[in-house]
């Protein structure tokens, strides 16, 4: 697939500096606010799936002069090379992506910010390369077990084949209008689903066009987004395939709940909101939710397809405190998937505070 997205120079806050960085791996798209020469901290951010590092631009221009302020595009979003992603290594393609970029920039340590999906990668970096998180901020953070196909605050896996999650759960009239570039207000448009799932409505900005642009920025495909998909025998008929963005969180082949065995545990701060409709207990996105309101007919029912209870298993993971490891949580009201964008103030008083680590 030839690589045609842009995030487009207007799209730029002033103060932000957007450059490409060359790794081993592939060549990244980065957005930087400088500090000052006496730099006190470097907090690198890390976007979630359909989006890119042009929705951190607030928060990065809101921290002090004496912080750096790093934000990478994962492969295939904002301005980062398409690649395919190996779904079969769970969120280790981005993560190892990240770890090679910063690399590439000499940072050897830094405060991680991850949102959404950038979460899970960031959990992912922290097993893999836990020397350069000096701690870790996850945003509204799949669950630590993946999204969908498990059940209970143990993350216990529904089915042997990860029925309903993966690739083929992808609305394919979304796939063809992000393809497409479409910018318009229909039910299904990039722009309508920030404005209902992103964010809790009415919630807006001056700056949802320049999230739409970001949106945009998602490269499709079976490499991509979303992914390939498998048949199978157990409802609601399909299985996760091994590309591609949503494939990488099917419980079979992502799992960060190891971080709670890590010997050296940085802080953690859990941000999130109770309006999420996207990671949630009651989550609009999980295939066994939408079973058991009737959306999706056949539903085997609540012994089958329970809904999965995703901020359920966060707090499960909260073994990590009683491990050692120190874990703030920050339930924001009033507030949907992005607290960053919904409730500035109070997400940056929390990671100033999470700085002091």
Sequence with gaps: MSDTRTAGT??????????????????????????????????????????????????????????????????????????PVDATRGLADYSDDVAAVLAELGVDRAHLVGWSMGGGVTMQLLLDHPALVQTLTLVAPVSPYGFGGTGGADGHRLSIDDAGTGGGGANPDFVARLLSGDRGFDPTSPRTVYQTTYVKPPFSSEHDDVWVESMLTTATGIGNYPGDSAFSENWPGFAPGGSGVLNTMSPGHFNTTGIVDLAEKPAILWIHGTDDVIVSDTSFFDLNYLGQLGVIPGWPGVDVAPPQPMIQQTRAVGAYHEAGGEVTELELAECGHSPHLEHPAAFLEALLAQLEH
């Design 10 to 83: 207007g799209n730029i806050f002033d103060g932000i500096t957007a450059r490409s960085v060359l790794t081993p791996r592939l060549r990244a798209g980065v957005l930087e606010r400088s500090a000052t020469a006496t730099s006190t901290a470097t907090i690198v951010f890390v976007h979630g799936n359909v989006s890119s590092s042009l929705f951190w631009q607030p928060l990065m221009l809101a921290l002090p002069a004496s912080v750096r302020a790093l934000a990478i595009d994962l492969r295939g979003f904002g301005t980062s090379a398409t690649l």
